[in-house]
Structures are given as C-alpha cells and as structure tokens.
C-alpha cells in the first residue's frame, strides 16, 4: 500500500485536531526489523522519468534515533 501527500495531510491533521499532545509528539518511523528511527527530513522530489504516471514523489529521510523513547506502552 501506499499513501499520497494528500492522505498523510489527512492524517496529521486528524492526530492534531483531537489531541494536543500529538501536536509536540516526536515523529519516528519503524523499519520492518522493529527499530525506530527519527524523520530527519522531509522533501518533494521530481521523478525523472518523462510519462511516468508519478510525475513528483515526497521523501521522509530518516536517521537512527538519537536519543531512544523507550518502549511503546500502548498506541492511541
């Protein structure tokens, strides 16, 4: 599956709209192999292919995380 822009907007503003604490909350992604790692940066690109049905692509560049949360007691 993938997600577009617009439906990880969606997202996001639905974790701000109802809850404060999402708003200052540490934005981490986890890798297949159950690690986290922190968004380092977040950029639009555009693809080089001429006709290629995704003519721009967003990439979340992530880096090993610096200062580890501790363990995931429950998900919201």
């Known amino acids: 599956m993938t997600v577009s822009c617009q439906e ?3 997202i996001v503003r639905m974790f701000n709209d109802k809850s404060e604490v999402a708003k200052t909350a540490r934005v981490s992604v986890e890798m297949p ?3 986290m790692w922190d968004v380092k940066q977040i950029l ?3 693809n080089k ?3 290629d049905r995704e003519s ?3 990439i979340i560049r992530v880096v090993k995380e610096v200062c580890p ?3 995931v ?3 919201l």
Do not use: F
Request: glycine share 14%; charged share 30%.
């Open 33 to 35: 192999d159950k690690t």
């Open 56 to 58: 721009h692509r967003i």
């Open 44 to 46: 639009l690109a555009q």
């Open 49 to 51: 292919i001429i006709g």
């Open 73 to 75: 007691t429950g998900i």
């Open 8 to 10: 990880l907007e969606k």
């Open 69 to 71: 949360p501790g363990k």
